[in-house]
C-alpha cells in the first residue's frame, strides 16, 4: 500500500527545540524522535506548548533554539512549503480547508506538489475509500461541510501529497465524541499501513489509542513520556492536565 | 528585566514640554516675520502653502487620528470656496455672511460624506469617499450656478476694519492666525478625550467600543471636523484669490494633499504641517518640472509608507531609539511596583448573593456552526465565577456575546434584571460591563496613561459641544481624569510606565495593563478571558490577589482560565462547557472530580482506566 | 425605445471595458487582499503602450495589445515586489501605497509620452451594424467579445488549472496554502501580473473609443473599482455585473443628466453600497476578533 516516495525511511529527531513568542517562552527544550512506521502523541492542556511546537518544526514560526532534522537533512532553512516535497504531511489546527473550493478541488491540491495527472487521480479514489462521506460531497464547497467532514478533508488533502510522515494539530478540536472515534479509527488505519504519526492533541485518551509512544507536555516542557499503554494507567497525567 | 525602556530624569530643565513650546515660540516668531524676508512671489506661495496645511490637518484628524479614509477633503475645500463665490456674487452677501454660511455647506458634506463610514471602512471607504468627490467635482464642471468650466470671477476681498486685504502680505497674516488658532484647536482635541478616543479608535476599533466609545458618534466627529478645517480654508482660498475654477479641485489635487499627509506624519498634526508646506515649496521650486516633482513625490510616498511609516516626523524618534539600542541604554530604567489593595467597599445589604448576570437560553450561530447552544447560567452579584473547558467549547464566544460583540442568534442576557443582549458593546460597558481579551488589545500608539484614560472618561460623545461651547470646562475634566488615571495607574503599580507606549513592556505587564484598563470604566461585572495566559508563576499568583481584592472592591467577577491550579484557588464556583453546553457546575474541587468534565478534558474513559490493556481491535 | 436600446448598447460597450478593470482589481484582492489603487494607472499605461507598439511600431492591432499585456504584466510585478512588506499588514498603509504608485506612473506617463494626449484611429474599419434601428459600431461588438472571451479564458485558468487553483487557495488560506506546497509570494506575483495584463487589455480597448491621456485611467479607474464593489468585492460574475451596471448607469445618466453622470453613478453608488456593503455576489465576511 504505502510507496517508497521521498522521506521514506527517514527519522525525524526533534533536539532541544525552543520557541518564544515576543518575551514568552512558549516551548523550552523540547526533545523526542519519530522512527519510520511509528506514531507519536504530544499531548497536555491548552497552552502547554503542543502547537508551538508542531509549527515551529514545520517552519510556520521560528525557532529560538533547537535543532529539528529529517533523515540526514537538518530543516533549519527548508521553508514551510518545501516540508510536502520532503515526505512531510501536515494537517494545521482549526482544519484551515480551502472553504471556497469544491472538495475535490481541495483534495487536489492537496497533491499540488506533484503533477495533477493519473497517480493523483489514484490518490484521490484511495482518499474517498478511506472517507467514502468526501466522494459523497465531492462538488460541494468545502466550507459548507461539518466540522466532522471538514477535519476529514484536511487529513485527506494532506494524504494526496504521498506523505511518509504526517503532523496532526487536533484533529478532535471541537467534534463529537462520535466523530472523535471516526478520527482515531482512521488514524490508526493510517498507522497500521505504515505510515508515520506525530498527532497533537488534547484528547488524552483519543491519542493513546492512536499511538504507540506519548509524551505530555507542560508549561513548554516534557513532563512525563513513554508508551501509550503505559501512559494511559498513569494517574499523573490527569493532574498534569488538570494544573493540580 | 533589563531591557526596559529608559525613562528621561526627572530634574532635566529639558522636558520635552518645556522644549515643544519653546520651539512653538519660535516658530510662531519666524512666521510673523517670514514676509518681511519674501518677494510678491513667493508670498503668494506662503499663502498657497498655509492653505494646504490647513487642509492637511483637517486630513490629518480623520485620517491619521480618526483612521478614516478620506479622500474627499478637496471636496470640502472646493464646497467651502464654491459656496463663498455663490453667496458673495450672486446673491450679494457680505463676505464674512457668506464665509459662515460656507462653512456651514462644509459641514453638510462632512455630514453626507461620513455618512458611509458608519456602514462601511477602509477601502470601501476609500472609493466612496473619492467617488463623492468625483461627483462633487462633476458638479461644479457642469452646473450653471458654479459657472462650469470657467468658474466664478469677482469675488470680494473680505473687508477687515479697514485693514486692505488685497495685499498678499497683509491676507498672509489673516491666513496665519486663522492656521494658528485652527491648529491649536486641533492639537487641543488630539490630547483631551475626543482626540484620545478617536486615537483608541484607530488603533482597536473593537476594543474601543467595549471600553465604551460610541464609534459611529466618533466617525461622524471626524468627518466633521475634517470638514469644518476643508470649508476654512475653501473661505479663505476665494477671497484670496477672487477667481476659483474647476481644475483648483481635481483628484490629482486629492493625491497631492494625500502626498503631504503622508509624507509628513499622518498621525501627528505638525508633521501633516511640515508635508504640506514642503511639499508647497518642493513643487513651486519645480514648477517647470512638474512630472519630475510628481514622480519625486510618488517615489516618496511610496518609500514612506514601506520604510517609515510615521512619516518625516517618525524619523527623529526611530533615529533616537536606534541610538540608543546602539549606546546600550542609559537612564533609569522603569519598574513594576507591587499591586496595592483597592479600597474595599461596604458590604451592601441585600444585593450579595443575589443575580447579577443572567443568561437564559442562549444560542450563537455562525453560518450553520453552532458556537452556543442553549446555554443558561446565572452569575451572582460579588462571587468570582470560573468558566471552563476545553478549547473551542464556546467560553470566548459566550463572553463576546455578553459584552455585546455579537448579536445572539436566541436566547437573553440580562445585567441586574434589565436586557442587555442586541445592545451594542459601547452601551453594555457603559452599563457597567467591562472585559479583557484572551489575545491581549490594547491600543497600541496611546501611552499606558492613555489607555487608562479612554474608558476613565464615562461623558458620552455629546458632551463634546463644549469644544466650541466651553473649552475651560473641557480641559478642567480633562486634567480630572488624569488626576484619577494616574491614582489607578499607581494601584496597579504601573505609575512607573505612564508615558510609555505597550508595546515596548513586558508581556506580564502589558497583561496587568488591559486588567487595570477594564478596572478604569468602573464595571460592576468584569470579564476576564484567561487572564493568566503567558505568565509565569510569580505573576500568576499576583493576578489572583489582584483578582480577589478586584472582588472585594465590590466587583463580580468572571473568568475563563485553563490554568485550572488558579481556578481552584481562586474560584467559588465553576462552570463547565463542552462543544457549546454547560456539562457541570459546582464548586471547583467537585467539578474536578465530575466524569463528564474530565472526559471532555481528556477525553472518552478518561478516569485512570481499569482496562489499562490495549482496549482496541 | 430605439434611444433607449443605443443608450443601452453605449452603456453595455464601456460595461464592458469596466469590467475588465474590477476584474483586475478582484483578483488582486482576492489573492492578496490587496486594493490597488494604482490599477487605473496601469491600465492608462497599458493603454499608452499598446497605442505606441499600434501606431509607432505599426504592429497590428491583435498583436500590439498582447504585446502591451505582457510589458504591463511586467510594470504589475515591479510594483506587487514593491510593495510586498506590506501585505497582510497595514491595510490603510497599503492602500496609500499603491496610490503613491499611481502617481509614479502618471508622472513616468507624462514624461514620456507628455502630457498631451494622443487619438488611437479603430482598427475595424467596419460599418456600423443596424439592427432595428440601434447602430452598433463594429469595434464595439469587438469589445465586448474580446471581454467575453478573456473572462472565459481566465475563468477557465482559475477553475481548471493547478495554478489557478492554487492562486484561489493562497487568498482562502495562506497557511494551508503553504502546507500544501504552494509558493504563497509567486502566486501573489503571478496574479499581480495577470492583474496588470487585464488593466492594460482593458486600456488598449478603450484608447479607440476615447482619447489616450495619463490622466484617462483616473475616472477608468475610479468607475471599474467601484463596479468591483459593486458586484462584490473579489468575486468574478460580480466584477462582470457590477462592470456592466456601472456602464449602463452612466449612460443612462449621461443621457438624461447630461453632464452630470459621473454625479449621479457616484450617487447611486455610494447609496448601493451602503444598503448593501457586500456587493451583489459578495461573500459575507466575518471581521471580528
Known sequence: MRHPGPGAGQTLAVSNLAVRYGGVSAVRSVSFTVAPGQSVGLIGANGAGKTSTLRALMGLVPRAAGEVRFGDRDLARVPARAMVRLGIGYVPEGRHVFPGLSVEKNLLLGAYARRWDGQARASLAEVYELFPVLGQMRGRLAGALSGGQQQMLAIGRALMAKPVLLLLDEPSMGLSPKLVEVIGETLRRLRDDGLSLLLVEQNAMLTFEATTDCLVLENGEVALSGTSAELRGNPRVRSVYLGL | MSRLPALSPPWSLWSPGRAR????????????????????????????????????????????????????????????????????????????????????????????????????????????????????????????????????????????????????YLYYYLELIVFAGGLAFGLFIVRTPLGRRMRAMRDDPLAASAVGVEIRMLRMAAFVLASVYGGAAGVLYAGLVHYIAPETFSIADMFLLLAMVIIGGRQSLAGCVIGAIGLTVVQQELINLAAYAQLG?????????????????????????????????????????????????????????????????????????????????????????????????????????ISGLYRPTAGTVSLGGRVISGAGPHRICQLGVARTFQHLRLFGNLTVADNMLVPLDRTRTWWSWRYIGWPPGVWRHDRELKWRAASLLGCFGLAQFAGLLPGSLPYGIQRRLELARAMASSPRLLLLDEPAAGLNG????????????????????????????????????????????????????????????????????????PHATEASP | MQSFFQTLVSGLSFGAVYALVALGFSLVYRTMGLVNFAHGAVLMIGAYVASTFYLSARLPFAVAVPAAMIVTGAVGLVIERVLRPLENKDFDLMLIGTIGAGTVLD??????????????????????????????????????????????????FLQRTRHGAAMQAVAMDHEAATAVGIHVGRSNAISFAIGAALAALAGALVGPMLYVTPTMGDSLGIQGFAAAILGGFGSIPGAIVGGLGIGVIGSFAAQSFQGYSDLVTFVVFTVLVMIRPTGIFGERTVNRA
Not at chain 2, 325 to 337: D, I, S, V
Open chain 2, 297 to 401: 513625490y510618488g517615489l516618496v510616498v511610496v518609500a514612506v509608507v514601506v520604510f517609515a511609516p510615521a512619516g518625516l516626523v517618525g524619523i527623529p524618534g526611530r533615529a533616537a531609539a536606534w541610538y540608543r539600542r546602539w549606546r546600550g541604554h542609559t537612564g533609569r530604567a522603569a519598574a513594576l511596583e507591587p499591586f496595592r489593595p483597592l479600597p474595599a467597599a461596604p458590604p451592601s445589604p441585600g444585593s450579595a448573593g443575589g443575580a447579577l448576570l443572567e443568561v437564559a437560553g442562549l444560542v450563537m450561530r455562525f453560518r450553520g456552526v453552532t458556537a452556543i447552544d442553549d446555554v443558561s447560567l446565572t452569575v451572582r452579584e460579588g462571587e468570582i465565577l470560573g468558566i471552563v473547558g476545553p478549547n473551542g467549547s464556546g467560553k470566548t464566544t459566550l463572553f463576546n456575546v
Open chain 3, 107 to 156: 508622472a513616468v506617463a507624462i514624461l514620456i509620452w507628455s502630457s498631451s494626449g494622443r487619438g488611437v484611429p479603430s482598427p475595424v474599419q467596419t460599418a456600423p451594424f443596424d439592427i432595428g434601428g440601434v447602430r452598433i459600431p463594429a469595434y464595439n461588438v469587438l469589445v465586448i467579445g474580446v471581454t467575453a472571451a478573456a473572462m472565459a479564458v481566465l475563468t477557465l
Open chain 2, 538 to 609: 510569580e505573576e500568576r499568583s499576583q493576578l489572583a490577589a489582584i483578582v480577589r481584592s478586584i472582588r472585594d472592591s465590590g466587583v463580580t467577577v468572571v473568568l475563563i482560565e485553563h490554568n485550572m491550579g488558579l481556578v481552584m484557588s481562586l474560584c467559588e464556583r465553576v462552570i463547565v462547557l463542552d462543544s457549546g453546553t454547560v456539562i457541570a457546575e459546582g464548586v471547583p474541587a467537585q467539578v474536578a472530580r465530575d466524569p463528564a468534565v474530565l472526559e471532555a478534558y481528556l477525553g472518552k474513559s478518561a478516569l485512570p482506566a
Open chain 2, 21 to 168: 513650546a519653546g520651539g512653538l515660540v519660535v516658530l510662531a516668531v519666524a512666521a510673523w516675520l517670514l514676509p518681511y524676508r519674501l518677494n510678491i512671489y513667493w508670498i503668494s506661495v506662503a499663502d498657497t502653502a498655509i492653505l494646504f496645511a490647513l487642509l492637511a490637518v483637517g486630513m490629518g484628524l480623520v485620517m491619521g487620528i480618526a483612521g478614516q479614509v478620506n479622500l474627499a477633503q478637496i471636496a470640502f475645500f472646493g464646497v467651502g470656496a464654491y459656496a463663498t463665490a455663490i453667496l458673495t456674487t450672486r446673491d450679494g452677501f457680505g463676505f464674512w455672511t457668506a464665509g459662515a454660511l460656507a462653512m456651514l455647506a462644509a459641514v453638510i458634506a462632512g455630514l453626507v460624506v461620513g455618512l458611509p463610514a458608519l456602514r462601511i471602512q477602509s477601502h470601501y471607504l476609500g472609493i466612496v469617499t473619492l467617488g463623492l468627490a468625483v461627483a462633487f467635482i462633476d458638479w461644479i464642471t457642469n452646473a450653471p450656478i458654479t459657472g462650469g468650466d470657467s468658474g466664478i470671477s469677482g469675488i470680494p476681498t473680505p473687508p477687515l476694519f479697514g485693514i486692505d486685504l488685497a495685499s498678499q
